[in-house]
């Protein structure tokens, strides 16, 4: 017990003062309003940066659940100024939703609604309402809801489209980001719509979210799931058929555990029964993506067999959380040494103990990334902030 004593102890510590100080430290834009938009790879600010939903959204989430759990004020000021951010700029009070992105100024610069982003506005809302009882971030949650199912939501072939113009008419370009496949329907968004439901039910028990909730898991297992080889599919058309030949560990091991905790939440027993059957599976399907070293590849393309073998640091953060949540719910003593590895791994290079933070990722030739952002529209205290608070808050250990 010593050996789980002291993991509680470092994720605690690396929490406050490597992650969450960094972000309050050097990431406020106090001129003009909310966060700047990127730090780059060299720890360079760059105030002239756009301002994007996703990270605004997840640090609104971020500091929210860390107040919720620490209860320390300087975490609710953080999680204020984040949830005004949101509510007074990026939400559209015209047509619903929230933009994109904005400029330095906090002014519309892409105002296409990405489902994905709304997504993570409600994660973040709920989450704000979830820590202080606040009812304005709740009734913008729900009004992002009721947007998400009265667009978004196919009722005829089931699933939810990507995106949509600020109107909520069709766009020809519906990809989250340039790296993506021009589809329809993606596992990616689909997990980021049950991840913010699921937390919206834990604070509103509206029946159409929990059947919606309900919906979202069937899919995952019905259509998403690849029941040949356990991986998740990653693009689809319309009709649901499947449009790549990527397998991307990093979201098999975190779908294993959202899907997990959606279907929990949910409490119903057949359902969970239904799931329990399949998140092994899918988890050690992902572990097929881990190295001797303890971390997690990003990436393998199933047809010409080439592996992304860079650790990015969103992919590590939910390995140990899925393999934690394999460990705790499924009683999996290879699982938690997994998991373990996996922290050594993020302790040993991925930390950035000189500034703060975490990098990017390690190149596949163990050098350090400082290419990409170290803050910025993708690179957020979300992932790796949230498997510090899972390990502390919920006895996984």
């Known amino acids: 017990m ?50 994007g939903a996703i990270l605004n959204a997840r640090i609104l989430w ?47 610069l892409d105002t296409k609604k990405q489902i994905y982003a709304l997504g993570f506005a409600i994660y973040g809302l709920s989450e ?48 989250l980001s340039e790296k993506d496949a021009n589809e329809k329907k993606t596992m990616n968004t689909h997990l980021h719509i049950l991840e913010p439901y699921t937390n919206l039910y834990r604070v509103w028990k509206d029946e159409e979210l929990k059947n919606q909730i309900k919906n979202l898991i069937v899919v995952f297992l019905d259509k998403i799931l690849n029941k040949e080889t356990n991986h998740l599919k990653l693009f689809f058309d319309e009709e649901w058929n499947g449009k790549d030949h990527i397998v991307s560990y ?54 010409t067999n080439e592996v992304d073998a860079d650790r990015h640091w969103w992919v590590q953060a939910e390995t140990v959380v899925g393999f934690f949540y394999l460990y705790k719910h499924f009683q999996r003593e290879d699982a938690l040494e997994k998991a373990v590895a996996c922290w050594n791994y993020i302790k040993k290079h991925l930390i950035d103990y000189s500034n703060g933070e975490w990098y990017w990722s390690i ?3 163990g050098t350090v990334n400082t290419i990409d952002d170290k803050a910025g529209f993708w690179k957020c205290p979300y992932h ?14």
């Open 250 to 303: 990093g979201h098999d091991i975190e779908a294993s555990w959202l899907i997990y905790e959606a279907a929990s939440v949910l409490g119903e027993d057949e359902l969970l029964k239904r799931v329990e059957k399949v998140i092994p599976k899918i988890a050690d399907a992902a572990s097929e993506g881990l190295r001797g070293d303890g971390g997690m590849v990003y990436e393998m393309n199933l047809e």
């Open 128 to 175: 704000y309402h979830r820590a202080t009882g606040d009812k304005e971030a709740l009734d913008y949650a729900i009004n992002l809801f009721h947007s998400i199912e009265k667009y978004s939501f196919d009722k005829v072939k089931n699933g939810y489209l990507e995106a949509f113009t600020r109107e909520w008419n069709e766009i020809e370009d519906m990809r």
């Open 384 to 397: 790796n902030g949230r498997m510090c608070m899972e390990i502390i808050e919920n006895n996984i250990l």
């Open 62 to 108: 971020t500091y929210s659940a860390a107040y919720r759990l620490l209860k320390k004020e300087e975490y609710l000021t953080m999680a204020t100024r984040a949830k005004r951010y949101v509510i007074d700029k990026f939400f559209d009070k015209e047509f619903g939703g929230v933009y994109w992105s904005l400029d330095k100024n906090g002014n519309p």
């Open 363 to 365: 190149k596949a030739d």
């Open 2 to 51: 010593d050996m789980i004593t002291n993991l509680k102890a470092e994720v605690l510590d690396v929490l406050q003062n490597n992650i969450l100080l960094y972000w309050q430290i050097k990431m406020q834009d106090i001129d003009n309003g909310g966060f700047f938009g990127q730090m780059t790879g060299e720890e360079s600010l760059n105030p002239e940066a756009e301002k």
